[in-house]
């Protein structure tokens, strides 16, 4: 888990949203449709600043296993389309693609259609997919908290590409929280690079290590390491967005 604020100027796009509904067409006339053919699905999209992280996980009537898909992108909005750019995917083909979206808002409901004139054979499918907002960008303050385990729980979800060092806000203070038994391939080699930069920007930094926690452990191991990490990640949030 990694927690980080910074400030942000909010606009009406910027926050968590979850995925209630869905529907891609393919050019052979078959369909995935969320509820539908489709059984189970857990979506979210996280529109931050300039990027975006969104992942689907979802279950077919027939399949035994989920199929995750996901996608860390640069992202533009200017009221009526939205632009997103891959910087990484669950599939290489996709990175350095760039789509387009008509996206509408309505009080809490996010509907996006798509993709643009000629993308579509990029993208494989048209697209309709409605989003409720699950967590808005508070205007004062800290203007928001990122959660990777929001995204990643229990889905194996990859860090989302961080900028270079020496162009980090060295007034944003951090929170890291490790598992020691989680099963996320290269954690620990992640884990260690970015902290060891951190100490050397001299970033405010704070790490616990959950020594007998698995990969979300917060709902996943229930001992009294858990209760205190999260009481002290509370009292993190408490001081920093008072």
């Known amino acids: 888990m990694l927690l980080g604020c910074t400030d942000a100027t909010k606009n009406q796009i910027q926050g968590i949203w979850n995925l209630v509904y869905f529907k891609w067409n393919y050019p052979d006339s078959t369909f995935f449709e969320y509820p539908g053919n489709i059984k189970i699905c857990n979506g979210k999209m996280m529109l931050l600043d300039d990027n975006s992280l969104w992942y689907f996980r979802y279950k077919t ?3 035994s296993v989920y199929t995750l898909e996901f996608g860390d992108m640069k992202y533009k909005f200017d009221g009526k389309i939205y632009q997103e750019t891959y910087l990484s995917a669950q599939d290489d083909k996709f990175i ?29 499918c048209n ?20 959660t990777i385990d929001t995204l990643s729980q229990n889905i194996g979800f990859v860090t989302p590409r961080l900028f270079e060092p020496t162009s980090w806000n060295k ?27 951190a100490i050397v920007q001299n970033i405010p930094i704070t790490l616990m290590i959950h020594s007998d926690g698995v990969h979300a452990f917060e709902i996943n191991t229930d001992n009294e390491s858990t209760r205190q990490i999260i009481k002290n990640t509370l009292e993190f949030w408490k001081f920093y967005l008072k």
Do not use: C
């Open 171 to 197: 007034k944003v203070p951090i929170m890291m929280v490790h598992a020691g038994k989680d099963f996320v391939p290269h954690t620990n080699e992640s884990l260690t690079s970015f902290v060891s930069e």
């Open 127 to 146: 697209v309709l997919e409605i989003f409720v907002r699950e967590w808005d960008i508070p205007q004062k303050g800290f203007k928001h908290i990122l």
């Open 96 to 124: 350095g693609q760039t789509f387009h979206y008509n996206v509408t808002i309505s009080n809490d409901t996010l509907t996006l259609t798509g993709p643009g004139d000629g993308e579509v054979d990029k993208l494989g």
């Open 61 to 63: 009537n027939t399949d």
